[in-house]
């Protein structure tokens, strides 16, 4: 059973252009969570998405984000217009469901570089 | 709000050795998960142990065992007989009934040879 698979693994993008980062959660996994590691940092909680549907993007910068989960194919992390501050390792974890006994399993992350 | 705490940024053991890092964490849940994580340099995180609060008795993994002080909020982990392969960042996590993990910023374990 293949693990999350995360790409690419490095992004290296300048100043206003768009970064796409994909995750395809594990088999069998229909929950995706994204965070975010700034250099020197532990990971922080972006947003958390089911099939079609956004649950909770508490953790998501208000403006140039955004994240989906297409019925059919990865979980897209889409910023906009990327500054320096942007630049972090984005890690995608996935789990079969939500709730305390459920274990989310990490994907290699996304290193992002912005010029 | 719930918070992890690492105090120590940097630790280091020599071969073969055992090295104690410590984690504190604040919260009003009761019932919660607590993790280790490593993520070596190549970033990926990797899983080192679970403690689930309702359980009294420490977790433990082979050469990776944990001291769970749950009134004292309290749970750091304890790496036995260091090896090489043992270098690298450790995050603690704490995870309620939510599906949020909250980690702490990390130690960076070095293994002197």
């Known amino acids: 059973n293949a693990g999350v698979m995360q790409n690419p693994r490095h992004l290296v993008r300048r100043r206003g252009q768009e970064a796409r980062l994909r995750c395809s959660p594990m088999?069998?996994?229909?929950?995706v969570y994204w965070y975010r590691q700034l250099p020197e940092e532990g990971l922080k909680f972006m947003v958390y998405?089911?099939?079609?549907?956004?649950?909770?993007e508490s953790g998501m910068p208000k403006e140039r984000f955004s994240a989906e989960f297409p019925k059919e194919g990865p979980s897209i992390l889409r910023i906009q217009q990327v500054v320096r501050g942007d630049s972090a390792a984005y890690f995608c974890a996935s789990s079969t469901t939500s709730g305390p006994y459920n274990e989310q399993f990490f994907g290699p992350g996304t290193r992002l570089t912005v010029l | 709000a719930q918070t992890v705490t690492q105090s120590q940024p940097e630790m280091s053991v020599q071969e073969a050795e055992t090295v104690t890092l410590s984690c504190t964490y604040d919260?009003?849940?009761?019932?919660?998960?607590l993790f280790w994580y490593k993520q070596p340099p190549s970033r990926q995180m990797i899983l080192v142990i679970r403690?689930?609060?309702?359980?009294?008795q420490n977790a433990t993994e082979n050469r990776f065992s944990v001291n769970f002080q749950k009134a004292a909020k309290s749970f750091s982990l304890k790496i036995s007989d260091s090896q090489l392969g043992d270098a690298a960042m450790y995050f603690c996590?704490?995870?309620?009934?939510?599906?949020?993990?909250?980690f702490g910023t990390g130690t960076r374990l070095k293994v002197l040879a």
């Open positions: 403690q689930e609060a309702y359980k009294q």
């Open positions: 919260t009003s849940e009761s019932d919660y998960y």
């Open positions: 998405l089911q099939k079609e549907n956004i649950i909770d």
């Open positions: 996590a704490y995870r309620a009934g939510t599906y949020k993990y909250i």
């Open positions: 088999k069998g996994h229909s929950h």
